[in-house]
């Protein structure tokens, strides 16, 4: 008999190149709307990108990238710079960049003196990986943390793992759309959108910086080291059968997870899912804050007033029948 898992595993979405550039549309807005703050991994990867395109990409030994990448050779580069997330790096014929997240000492910390330490970098010669050559689009992207592992690892990796096969890895970086995982060699993305079947606020609710997590493989770009996972995936698909485990009317117990001005959002714990309260179905007083009645982590019984299956919708009264 087929179970959920192996439902959920067949229904893999297909993670063409449109939706890797759709990660990187989302970065490019987070930095638009927060420009004071500190640049992430696709941000300054996509300035480094420009940078190669506009100042001799054309002109690489792109047969010599090639067969580093291949044979995952090990290089030495002096960094020239850095940009807010990375470091720019270049040697006789070669240059590129190295993300913050592949940086041993620095991957995952988000501090005031991240320009400092940069900074430091400047001058020193680095061991490093090529992870990513797209000649296509003059990009090179070396890791110094690929370094440390033996050769052939990565080409081993890519040979074993599958679409829908599980996979151990640890968390290398949490940004604002997903979270990073080295699966020992190749580094793999969770879109926020495969962390949970519930809402998500942020990817750190889920896991921690270097916390070693089961993951599904989703789908696999082995020309541009590039692997799509999923947390949610390991467990059935709630949303799945919902007509059926909370139809509309049906009364459940839920924990308060935000309280909002128009309303608050509560988890059903049993099925991982998440719901709106709105305020008009939250019993208060004239001027009083829902805030003053309800708080985060709060048990609250409530009843199934609106149901979405097809778009994970779910709405929830506090007035039980």
Known sequence: MTDERTKSAGSAI??????????????????????????????????????????????????????????????????????????????????????????????????????????????????????????????VVFSERAAQTEPGKRAELFHTLRAGQRARGAVTNITDFGVFVDLGGVEGLIHISELSWGRVNHPSQFVKLGQNIEVQVLELAPERCRVALSLKRLLPNPWRNAANEFPVGSEHFATITSVLSYGAFARLD????????????????????????????????????????????????????
Request: with cysteine; glycine share 10%; hydrophobic share 35%.
């Open 14 to 139: 297909t993670v063409d190149e449109g939706w890797w550039e759709s990660v990187l549309a989302e970065e490019n807005r987070l930095s638009a709307s927060n420009p004071r703050g500190a640049g992430t991994r696709l941000e300054v990867r996509k300035e480094a990108e420009n940078r190669l395109t506009l100042e001799g990409g054309a002109n690489l030994n792109w047969e010599r990238v090639k067969e580093l990448y291949t044979a995952e050779r090990i290089v030495e580069l002096t960094v020239t710079g850095h940009n807010r997330g990375g470091l720019l790096v270049e040697s006789e014929g070669l240059f590129g960049f190295v993300p913050l997240s592949h940086l041993v000492e620095l991957a995952g910390r988000e501090t005031p003196e991240r320009a400092q330490d940069l900074e430091s970098y400047v001058g020193r010669a680095m061991r490093l990986k090529i992870i990513e050559c797209v000649p296509e689009d003059g990009r």
């Open 270 to 321: 049993r099925f991982g899912v998440e719901g709106l309260l709105h305020a008009t179905e939250i019993p208060h007083g004239e001027g009083v804050s829902l805030k003053e009645i309800l708080s985060e982590g709060q048990s609250i019984q409530v009843r199934v007033l609106h149901l979405d299956p097809a778009h994970h919708r779910l709405g929830f009264s506090m007035r039980l029948e």
